[in-house]
């Protein structure tokens, strides 16, 4: 029997890449993908994800699962925070994108290094970060920063400069911490595209991270 997962994203760029990712990492699956570019760009303008959002982004799930799927991963770590508000709704397994990324980190080392594009998800990471290690029994630091700048590139078709400004800060940030990681999705590629061997700490990003959790739970 073919097992079914939605992705839900905030942006249509980010499905050529997880269906990439889930053609290796689940073949055996069957994959379909659900794009509302309104939920990240209400919540930048609210500066948080807010009650509306949350019951659009539960609505979407919803609607996942009527359409047949039998999970649900959701690629926005900005909408991150909702999907607790999801779990107590539905039966069907729902993956938040950071959260294995969350617990690979925070297993590295006491100073975690959070590098983010949007402030809205910026801070969302930083606290699942703390909550994770807590939940793990570990002290933790969170060094963080912003890329200003970079999500306006990217949105702006300009990937060369987004890639640019997301390398220049990893690098800064890279000495402060015991390991990195990179809060958005949509940033993997830029890790992709760094030799390992400049790598001074480990660095994570979060697309293959989850669905190798999603392979290793279902």
């Known amino acids: 029997m073919t097992r ?13 890449a997880f269906g990439t990712l889930c053609a290796r990492i689940l073949p055996e699956w069957k994959i379909f993908h659900m794009v509302d570019e309104s939920l990240i760009r209400n919540t930048i303008a609210s500066g ?7 019951r659009r982004l539960v ?6 699962f009527e359409a047949g799927a039998e999970a649900v991963l959701v690629t926005c770590s900005s909408i991150g925070p909702g999907i607790p508000v999801a779990r107590q709704l ?6 938040r994108i950071d959260e294995a990324m969350a617990a690979q980190a925070v297993s590295i080392g006491r100073r975690v290094g959070v590098l983010a594009t949007l402030s809205t998800t910026l801070e969302p990471t930083i606290q699942l970060i703390r909550g994770t290690a807590a939940a793990q029994g570990h002290d933790c630091e969170v060094i963080s920063d912003c890329c200003e700048g970079a999500f306006e590139a990217v949105l702006r078709g300009d990937t060369e400069t987004h890639d640019q400004l997301v390398r220049a800060s990893l690098d ?9 990681v990179l809060a958005q999705g949509s940033m993997a590629r830029v890790l992709a595209a760094i030799p390992p061997e400049m790598l001074s700490v480990p660095v994570y990003s979060s697309p293959e991270l989850a669905l190798q959790q999603i392979r290793a739970a279902l």
């Open 90 to 95: 539905f039966d069907g397994p729902i993956f």
């Open 172 to 180: 800064t940030l890279m000495p402060q911490a015991d390991t990195v």
């Open 4 to 16: 079914t997962l939605a992705l839900i994203h905030t942006s249509p760029m980010l499905v050529p």
């Open 48 to 54: 948080r994800l807010d009650k509306p959002t949350t």
């Open 59 to 64: 609505a979407q799930i919803q609607s996942a």
